[in-house]
C-alpha cells in the first residue's frame, strides 16, 4: 500500500514539472512582443561595435600616447573685446567734422540767411526762445489769414509844391500765410480820404481818393511765440488824386514799398490782434515827389486752417492745435 501511493505520488510531481517547464521553453511568442522586436529592430541603427553597458556618455574622450595639442584653433576664435570708459563730458567725444563753407551745395538758402541775422525752422527750430514762446499750440496750426484794420495816415510830403498836407483815417482788408514760424506772405488793400488843397486853386476839384496795392513779405525773429513782432517789406501800387494849379483834377499811380513793423498777440485759437507803424513809400515821378505816408492801424486777424481731428484710439476726440 505504501509503495502504491509512493508511485503516485512520483508521477503526479513529473507530471506538475512538465506543465510548468514546457510552456517556457517552447511556447510561442505573442503577436505584441513580436510587433514590439520589430519596431525596435527598425528603429535602432545596426552598429558592428556593441558600446559597454557601463560607459558614460559625458566621459572625456581617450587620446593617444603621441597625441600634441595645438593652439590653431584658439587663434582663429574671435576674443571679446574690453569695454571703454564712457566719456565724462561731451567735450571729449570725438566725431567727424562737416565743412560749413557756405558755398556747400547741402547748405540751404535760409541758413545763408544767418549772415543778415534772419532765421528759418530749418536751421533755428521753432523759436528764438523769447515772447513767451508757444507749448502745445502753434501759430502754424492756423497758418491762413484774413483780417481789417483801422487807423491814421500822416501826408508828411506835399504831392507837388502848392498841395498842402493832411492827416486822415486810414483802413483796409487783408489776407495772408504763414509757411514757417518765422516766415509769412499778405495782400493787403488799404484807402484814405485825405484833403489835399491847392494853395493856388482852392476851388479847384478834388477827389480826396488814395488807395494802396501791397504785396508784402512777412518776418517774425521771435519764430512760435505768443507775442509776435514782425517786420512787414513789400512792393505795390499808390494810387493818389490832387488838384493841379489849373483848377483841374490829376490822378496819379506810383510805384510804392512798405516798411512796418509790428506785433501779433493771440485773443484765442482764432482770433489774433494787431498793431502796425509803416512807411507808405511812394516813389516820384516827373509830375509828383516822392512820398512818405506814415501809418499807425491796429486790426483783428481771423485764422483758419487748422488740422484735422485726430482720431487716436484712446481719445477720440482730441484735437491738435
Not at 248 to 269: C, H, Q, T, V
Not at 301 to 309: C, I, K, L, N, V
Request: one cysteine or more; glycine letters at 8%.
Amino acid at each position: 500500500m505504501l509503495r502504491t501511493c509512493l508511485l503516485i505520488a512520483l508521477i503526479a510531481s513529473a507530471l506538475a514539472g512538465c506543465v510548468f517547464v514546457r510552456p517556457s521553453a517552447a511556447a510561442p511568442p505573442q503577436k505584441d512582443s513580436r510587433s514590439t522586436i520589430r519596431l525596435l529592430s527598425a528603429a535602432l541603427p545596426e552598429s558592428s561595435e556593441t558600446p559597454a553597458p557601463d560607459a558614460n556618455p559625458f566621459s572625456q574622450p581617450e587620446y593617444p600616447s603621441d597625441y600634441i595639442e595645438s593652439d590653431t584653433a584658439l587663434e582663429s576664435v574671435d576674443q571679446p573685446r574690453s569695454f571703454t570708459q564712457p566719456p565724462l563730458q561731451l567735450e571729449d567725444v570725438t566725431g567727424p567734422t562737416f565743412n560749413s563753407d557756405p558755398n556747400c551745395d547741402g547748405e540751404s538758402f535760409f541758413s545763408r540767411m544767418k549772415w543778415l541775422g534772419l532765421r528759418h525752422s530749418s536751421a533755428d527750430g521753432r523759436n528764438a526762445g523769447l515772447g513767451v514762446p508757444l507749448v502745445g499750440t502753434s501759430w502754424l496750426n492756423r497758418p491762413y489769414y484774413i483780417g481789417a484794420d483801422l487807423g491814421a495816415i500822416w501826408i508828411t510830403d506835399g504831392v507837388t509844391e502848392n498841395i498842402s498836407r493832411d492827416l486822415d483815417f486810414y483802413g483796409g482788408i487783408f489776407a495772408g500765410y504763414d509757411w514757417d514760424y518765422y516766415w509769412g506772405s499778405e495782400l493787403a488793400v488799404h484807402r484814405a480820404t485825405p484833403e489835399l488843397k491847392n494853395e493856388v486853386a482852392r476851388d479847384a476839384r478834388r477827389g480826396d481818393r488814395m488807395l494802396l496795392w501791397t504785396a508784402s513779405m512777412l518776418y517774425y525773429p521771435w519764430g512760435d511765440s505768443m507775442y509776435r513782432p514782425y517786420w512787414r517789406v513789400g512792393i505795390g501800387a499808390m494810387e493818389i488824386d490832387y488838384p493841379t494849379d489849373s483848377g483841374s483834377r490829376r490822378d496819379e499811380a506810383l510805384w510804392m514799398f512798405p516798411i512796418g513793423i509790428g506785433i501779433k498777440y493771440p485773443f484765442n485759437r482764432w482770433l489774433i490782434g494787431r498793431a502796425e507803424f509803416a512807411d507808405q513809400l511812394g516813389l516820384g515821378n516827373s509830375n509828383v515827389s516822392t512820398q512818405h505816408d506814415l501809418t499807425l492801424t491796429f486790426g483783428l486777424e481771423w485764422r483758419y486752417g487748422a488740422h484735422s481731428r485726430s482720431y487716436w484710439p484712446w481719445n477720440p476726440d482730441r484735437h491738435i492745435w
